[in-house]
């Protein structure tokens, strides 16, 4: 077995390190000695080449056409010369004629050289990008390289990345030189290389401080639920435990707050609420109204998901947060609309509902201002409800007998009745309306 050259032997370590085959380099060498020797016979000349894979030994042969007379040298041959070559050369078949690669082997081997570090430049960009993008969503570290107008360009190590202006937070300054860390966010192929779009205005971002500063979200014991921010401002994050010993929000506040201050810190200021997760939705919403302390929660509608929840008249400004913020980041955070209403707000509605309630009750016969307040406080405010009640779930009330019981059955009944017969007559008074405009199109169109 032939010993192997240096050059294969530097292939072999080129492929090994950099990812490119060897055969593809080969390639690569071949071409170069076909277009070396070109350069010196002319380009219409025919050439063939090749590298032994094993010994590195390069061999180049020119195509030549036997002819009588030889007008162009460069492609055709005399039968005299080529039977030389191949005692069964025939006029017009093809000869194959040995070269000499030491004559243009250097020029073979700095185009060569080019090709063979542009490969490993592509190669070692591709691989770049293709790690990249395996680390989308996961935190780097970085110094700030440059400025780019409003855009930042960060060295992380093997490449640069850009903090485009719409992935900063506003109230963040950073100068030259400055350690930074953001997540990964984007991985494109472009001209110049990879391109790595990173931010710090994104969710993960506090996720992957959380997982660098509590050793419990690390080892799965404490899970982040979801996260949700106003980049600058306030960050909520829900945690859930795994082991019952372990409480989510103290491992991830620490002994005096050690574990979230960094976290702060990092993100110059920003306030974050520490959200236990709970299936108790009413639980859950009344968390995530933190920092403010909820009385109560209502759940209004299961199916449109609206909640509405009760705070004492001092902490209705905390709970709605600058702007609306706290409340608006809640309901991201929990997935509810939710309503926020002061003590003071909530007795104004019932009172404003109970005089609209009473008012309605009035308009029964029999039922005076008193009888009305004391259904609209048992519950029995709406018309329908009463006129299909029963007399004896009315006599349990005070002030109300079985004569008035009967009495006011009677008239919600009564009412309903001349409800429904007004509703009737409107519905007739419109019908013979649309067909007399039939009728007068009709003779119109006639």
């Not at 008249?313 to 609306?324: V, Y």
Request: include cysteine; proline fraction near 3%; hydrophobic fraction near 40%.
């Amino acid at each position: 077995m032939s010993e192997k050259s240096e050059l294969v032997l530097a292939l072999e370590q080129i492929e090994k390190d950099k990812g490119i085959k060897k055969e593809d380099i080969l390639s690569v060498i071949e071409n170069a000695l076909v277009s070396a020797y070109r350069k010196h016979v002319g380009k219409n000349a025919t050439v063939e080449a090749s590298v032994n894979p094993d010994t590195g030994e390069m061999l180049a042969w020119s195509i030549k056409k036997i002819v009588v007379d030889v007008r162009n040298p460069s492609v055709e041959v005399a039968l005299d010369e080529a039977k030389r070559l191949s005692p069964d050369a025939e006029i017009d078949a093809n000869v194959r004629i040995p070269l000499d690669t030491q004559d243009f082997a250097r020029i073979a081997a700095q185009t060569a050289k080019q090709v063979i570090v542009q490969k490993i430049r592509e190669s070692e960009r591709e691989t770049l990008l293709e790690e990249m993008k395996t680390k989308i969503g996961q935190m780097v570290s970085g110094t700030v390289w440059r400025f780019a107008n409003r855009n930042l360009i960060v060295d992380i190590g093997k490449t640069e990345a850009i903090l485009p202006a719409s992935e900063q937070v506003f109230r963040e300054k950073f100068n030259l030189g400055q350690h930074i860390r953001a997540v990964i966010v984007k991985a494109e192929r472009s001209v110049r290389g990879p391109s790595i779009v990173l931010s710090r205005s994104h969710p993960d971002l506090v996720r992957r401080l959380f997982e660098v500063e509590v050793p419990e979200i690390y080892e799965k014991i404490v899970e982040i639920v979801s996260v949700v921010r106003d980049p600058g401002m306030r960050a909520k994050v829900a945690v859930i435990s795994r082991n019952p010993k372990v409480d989510p929000v103290g491992a991830c506040v620490g002994v005096k707050g050690a574990r979230v201050k960094p976290i702060i810190d990092e993100l110059q200021g920003e306030r974050i609420d520490l959200i236990p997760f709970s299936l108790d939705t009413a639980k859950y919403i009344a968390s995530s109204i933190s920092p403010a302390k909820v009385v109560s929660v209502s759940i209004i509608s299961e199916q449109e998901r609206r909640a509405e929840v009760l705070v004492a008249d001092d902490m209705l400004s905390l709970a709605i947060g600058k702007n609306g913020h706290n409340v608006r980041l809640a309901a991201k955070l929990t997935g509810w609309h939710i309503d926020v209403k002061s003590d003071t707000q909530r007795k104004r509605d019932i009172e404003q509902k109970s005089a609209a309630t009473a008012e309605t009750l009035g308009k029964l016969k029999g039922i005076g201002a008193k009888t009305a307040e004391v259904l609209t406080k048992a519950g029995l405010a709406n018309i329908e409800k009463l006129a299909h009640s029963q007399p004896d779930d009315l006599t349990t009330l005070q002030g109300i007998g079985l004569k008035t019981a009967e009495k006011i059955i009677e008239s919600a009944k009564l009412y309903l009745a001349e409800a429904a017969a007004a509703a009737e007559s409107d519905n007739q008074g419109t019908e013979k309306g649309l067909k007399n405009n039939e009728v007068e199109h009709g003779g119109e169109s006639k």
